[in-house]
Each structure stands twice: as C-alpha cells, then as structure tokens.
C-alpha cells in the first residue's frame, strides 16, 4: 500500500522559526560587557525574511514578518514601527530579486543576503534620520550590518530544510 | 495575491511609523503595548541573565586573586594620592561651610532614589535603551534620570509596575540640556547611538578644551543640576563630543533618581508665598524729603547689595 505524499505545512514551519528568532534576540540582549566590550547586536529577523522572500512567498509571509518587527520594537524599545518598516522593505527587495538566486552558489546567495540586510539598515538609517533629524552612527550601523550578514549560514542552512521538508522540491 | 498583501502591509507599516512618531502626546493604546512588553520582558531577562552573572562575578573573583599583586601596588598609590586629597577637601569643606553660612545659601534637599538592575540592554545604533527591573511600584517615573556609580547613563522613559525603559544619553532620540563646569557653557547633548553623543548649540565665551568637565544644567527642569556626564573629547569627525563616566563602569546596576522637578528642591512653604518679595535695585533714591517710596523691581527673592558711587 501506498503511503500518501508528504504535505508541507508552512505554518509549524514559520513558527517556530519565529520562536528561534526571538529566542536569539532575546539572549544577545542581556546586559553583558567582556574586557570593557559589549557583545553584538544581530537582527535574526532578517534571516527568515531573506529565507521567506526567497523560496516561499506568501500571503502570510508579510504579516508574519511585521509580527516580528513589532517585537524587535517592543524588545528593543525602538520608535514604533521602525523594524517593521525595514524588515518589510528587505522582505520586498528578496521577492523582487529571488528569480536570480534561484541554483545560485552559496557564496553569491551570501552576497544578495548582505545586499538585502543593507537594505534594511539604509531604509532604517533614513527614516530615524527624518524622524529624529540625527543621523545615527554609521559605523555603529556598519558593525550591526557587518554581525547581521555573518548569519547567511542560518539562512542557508533553513532553506536546505526547508527544501527537504517540501516534497514538491524533490 | 502575494505582491499585493506585501504591499499592502508594507504601507500600512509605513503610515504605522508616521502616525506613532507624529502622534503627542502619545498614544495610550502604544504606551499600553510597551508596559505590557516591559513587565513579560524584564523576568525573562532576569532569569536568562542569571547565569551570565554568575559567571560574570565568577570571572572577576579569578581574576581579583590572580592579579592581586599588581591591584594592592595600584590601591596604595590611589590611597595615598588619595590622602593628599583628603587634606585639602578637609580644609574645602571647612571654608564651604563658612561661606554658606555666611551668606545663608540653602543646599538642594538630597533628592530619594532606588536601586535597580540592568535586566536587558539594546545597544544597536538604532535603539539604546535599557530595562531596570524597579517601576511604578518602587514609586519610579518618567522623567526619573538614571545614574550608574560614576555618571549620568540617561532617563526613564516608559514605567511598569515592576519595570522601566531606560532611554540612554547615546540614543538618536535622547537631548540632554548640559553645561561645561569650567566655562559655564551651555550645549545640548546629542545622541547618535555611538558611544560618544556629541555637543550640540555649543555657546561658550572660552573656547571648549579636551577634558572639560561636563554636567547636567537643569534647562527646563528635566533633570536636576549638576549631574556627572561625562569630559569633551574631540571626535574623529572633528565634532565636539563627550566621553561619557558611565562607560566606565559595569552595567548591571543603576541607580534612578526620584526627581519630579525642581519644587522638590525647594519647602513647600517657601512655595505657599504668593507674593513675590521685592528686591532694592540700584536706581537713583529721591531724596527723603520728596516723601515718596524708593523704586523696587519685583525680579526675584535676592537682594543686590548697594554699591556706593
């Protein structure tokens, strides 16, 4: 007897990556400071909107995303909306580009990861610019950009699971 | 239908973010939000950075016993610059006291305040803030500022029952009316969400040096006068800025000031007065026999001593 074909469920999926983003964000903002040094800020939301735009975009993809945002604002304790706003816009730059990462190498889909983070710190720097008329510190934001980008394998490695978890991609 | 629903979102984010930045006073249903995020956050963060403490103070105690040669040399030579120092605050403090008496000068009441610990720290360039683990129960309120052992680190800006956010001096949104001890000199310190927040409208009638003093100057009775900031340091961009005195020391605990504004400072009897006492001014007198009174200007409670032509 035939066992039925697999079905994907997305939203198990998007949960828990969800959890695994919040979890992390959570724990890289206790209060810390080694030899006068304070560890990195990453934003991991980034890695499920770079994972989301390019191999499944949805209808709920959007929403989920300025869930996330919204916490990184409560979280963070940031202007309200800001990390929606940019999670989203790297979110659209993902969608508008994810024909071109398509069987891309790891090193080239790095690349377009770095490019997407960019996005969302530039739309970040400029609305707090206009919101505060205060550029903030552009190699505070370089350094975040820098530790944000260093999450590609995360991305990476959740797409490959993902692909293996799809049966349509098999 | 999934370009359109990105887009939609993405619109509604966008006004989301103007109508939330442009909205004063600010909305309840956003500030609600916030408390509600503080009071979840602030246990989690307590908990999951118990451990980090633990290992924190465990560190310190190694390195303590390994390095307690070279600390006992430094501590002796600190205690006895320190001694020297001593001497000459004795004979300060004598002459102070003198002089205050002398000229009945009344000092600010010591203002309450209550310890609390750092439970969660956003350090990114868009956002420094922190949450403390005292708020509206241990009597904390907006407005409070909050200080570190050595210096002013920033002020609250939203209070939960058991919880505050801290909006520190380095953030893009943070403005800190200071004045330069050695000049008198105005500034607004400036957050970028750098280290080093930079002076803003500098106005000073002597130049600024590296290494000035710079304190709180209770414009607009925010925050209290006097209040340790930092020293001028000259940035990389060629700015003036300020390396803050809370960067010296641990982040784990802070202490917030109970300060409201400045009729704390102040009885609440001499407050009750509703006349204003008049002051003698230095304008010409009209001589006895014209019979009428010496002019007075109602300006403020000192009196201007008379100088003889």
């Keep these: ?27 890289f903002a206790i209060p810390l400071k080694v030899f006068g040094l304070q560890p990195p800020e990453p934003v991991f939301s980034l890695v499920p909107v770079f994972v989301w735009g390019a191999s499944r975009p949805s209808i709920t993809a959007p929403l989920v995303i300025l869930g996330l945002g919204v916490f990184q604002d ?44 960019a996005v969302a710190f530039v739309v970040a ?44 991609f098999r | 239908m999934a370009p359109l629903a990105l887009v939609v979102v993405l619109a509604g984010t966008a006004a989301l973010f103007v109508l939330a930045r442009g909205q004063e006073p600010r909305s309840p249903g956003l500030d609600a939000a916030r408390r509600m995020a503080d009071s979840v956050l602030a246990p989690v963060e307590r908990v999951l950075g118990a451990p980090v403490i633990w290992v924190h103070h465990a ?11 070279s600390q006992n ?14 001497d000459k605050a004795t004979a300060l403090q004598v002459d102070n006291d003198r002089l205050r008496a002398l000229l009945g000068v009344k000092t600010d009441p010591p203002l309450p305040m209550v310890l609390g610990r750092t439970v969660l720290d956003a350090r990114g360039p868009f956002a420094n803030t922190r949450l403390v683990d005292v708020g509206a129960a241990r009597g904390v309120m907006e407005g ?30 943070s403005r800190t009316p ?26 000073t009638h002597d130049p600024i040096r590296v290494g000035d003093r710079v304190l709180t100057s209770g414009d607009g009775g925010v925050l209290p006068r006097g209040l340790p900031v930092g ?47 008049s002051i003698a001014t230095g304008a010409p007198q009209p001589s006895p026999s014209a019979g009428t009174a010496a002019p007075t200007t109602a300006t403020s409670g000192l009196s201007v001593p008379r100088s003889a032509p």
Excluded at chain 2, 59 to 69: E, R
Excluded at chain 2, 253 to 265: E, N, P, W
Aim: proline fraction near 5%; hydrophobic fraction near 50%.
């Design chain 1, 1 to 27: 007897m035939r066992t039925p074909a697999r079905v994907f469920e997305s939203a198990p999926w998007m949960a828990v990556t969800v959890v695994m983003c919040m979890v992390g964000s959570i724990i």
């Design chain 2, 231 to 277: 020293v001028a340091v000259k940035g990389l961009d060629g700015a003036w800025r300020v390396a803050l005195d809370s960067d010296a020391v641990p982040i784990d605990y802070v202490r917030v000031l109970l300060f409201r504004d400045f009729s704390q400072l102040v009885p609440a009897a001499a407050l009750a007065h509703r006349s204003i006492p």
């Design chain 2, 73 to 86: 040399r430094a501590l002796k030579a600190q205690l006895n610059q320190a001694l020297s120092w001593q």
């Design chain 2, 144 to 173: 409070n500022p909050v200080l570190s052992d050595h210096g002013l680190v920033g002020r609250i800006v939203g209070v939960a029952p058991n919880a505050s956010r801290v909006m520190l001096l380095t953030d893009t949104e």
């Design chain 1, 74 to 117: 409560l979280l963070w304790g940031s202007i309200f909306g800001l990390w929606p706003l940019c999670l989203l816009a790297a979110y659209l730059f993902v969608y508008a580009i994810r024909r071109f990462l398509s069987g891309q190498e790891f090193v080239i889909r790095w690349a377009w990861f770095c490019a997407a983070c």
């Design chain 2, 59 to 69: 560190g310190d105690s190694i390195s303590a016993y390994i390095f307690a040669g």
């Design chain 1, 125 to 168: 720097d400029v609305a707090l610019t206009l919101a505060d008329r205060t550029l903030p510190d552009l190699p505070g934001v370089a350094a975040q950009w820098l530790v944000t980008a260093a999450l590609y394998p995360l991305a990476n490695r959740l797409t490959e699971r993902y692909e293996n978890e799809n049966a349509r």
């Design chain 2, 178 to 203: 200071v004045l330069l001890s050695r000049t008198n000199g105005r500034a607004i310190l400036t957050g970028d969400g750098g280290a080093n927040p930079s002076l803003a409208y500098l106005r």
